[in-house]
């Protein structure tokens, strides 16, 4: 199980910061998705720190111990949608996600 | 640039079953992982299982072996098949590549999602 935060509350311009929790991460690469309603889930960032072409430089990622983080830096009005945490889990041969987490933007 | 799009369906009755395609255009579907998520109303993602080019398969235990997933090379498609469908099975169900022969890599791009309800 891969805990998030259900939910949280940004104003523009403020730092997001979205935790991933859970004894798989410690030795398991995390990867990031922003899933607006209704629409195909996007990837932000992978392989912990990594941004795919397009994403926003203000998306960051970081992964210490048993615990990733998604940082939004200068959130803005389209930022606002769900954030989900990925990792593959070697142990079990299996992918998770996470619980997820709702961003909205004031 | 590669495009998935997912096809079948948009009832199903209970205990049916059912099936969805995924055409893939813009890359070959070989010496990749190709996954099957679904969101249920109101849900987070879950992963349903994978299927390699060369046919491998593994699927989420939590599905107790109602899932079938397959690949077509020369139509350059993959497909899932789930029976004993229940209202439980409700979702939007996306397919997703991983990325070229990493299995622990990203789901680097997904199709637009294909909505199915479970109802008589």
């Known amino acids: 199980v891969l805990t998030q935060t259900s939910s949280l509350s940004v104003a523009p311009g403020q730092t997001a910061t979205i935790s991933c929790g859970g004894d798989k991460i410690e030795n398991a690469k995390v990867h990031w998705y922003r899933m607006k309603a209704g629409q195909a889930p996007v990837l932000v960032v992978y392989d912990d720190s990594a941004r795919p072409s397009g994403s926003p430089s203000r998306f960051s990622g970081s992964h210490f111990g048993d615990t990733a983080t998604l940082t939004i830096s200068r959130v803005e009005a389209e930022d606002e949608a769900a954030y989900y945490c990925q990792l593959w889990d070697s142990k079990t041969d299996r992918y998770a996600f996470g619980s997820g987490t709702q961003v909205t933007v004031l | 640039q590669v495009q998935l799009r997912e096809s079948g369906p948009g009832i199903v009755e209970p205990s049916e079953t059912l099936a969805l395609t995924c055409s893939v255009s813009?890359?070959?579907?070989?010496?990749?992982?190709w996954s099957w998520i679904r969101q249920a109303p109101g849900k987070g993602l879950e992963w349903l299982g994978y299927v390699f080019y060369d046919g491998s398969v593994n699927y989420n235990p939590s599905l107790k072996a109602r899932a079938y997933m397959f690949v077509d090379i020369h139509k350059n498609e993959v497909s899932l098949s789930l029976r004993s469908v229940t209202a439980a099975d409700t979702a939007l169900y996306f397919c997703?590549?991983?990325?070229?022969?990493?299995?622990?890599?990203?789901?680097?791009?997904w199709g637009q999602g294909h909505t199915v309800v479970v109802s008589s």
């Open positions: 997703a590549r991983g990325r070229r022969a990493d299995i622990s890599g990203p789901f680097e791009h």
């Open positions: 813009g890359d070959s579907i070989t010496e990749y992982f």
